[in-house]
């Protein structure tokens, strides 16, 4: 994700399609990694961290698109 993390963004956000803050210190992480209890690795788990930071907790997913597209 590439979203700036703010704790009140959404209670000021648009309804439909959310870009995120313009600017901010910390990124949006949604998720986790292998170093995670299994109910951090839901994409539904959100939290933050400076963009340079690495942790076994930060992992990825890989997105690809329908066969055809």
């Known amino acids: 994700v590439g979203d700036w993390f ?10 439909n399609n959310p870009k995120g803050p313009d600017s901010g210190e910390a990124r949006v992480q949604r998720g986790g990694g292998w170093g ?21 907790n930060f992992g990825f997913r890989c997105v690809a698109g329908s066969p055809g597209e």
């Open 6 to 15: 703010n704790s009140d963004y959404y209670a000021i956000s648009p309804a």
């Open 36 to 56: 995670n209890i299994g109910k951090s690795v839901s994409a539904t788990e959100r939290n933050r961290d400076y963009p340079q930071a690495r942790h076994d």
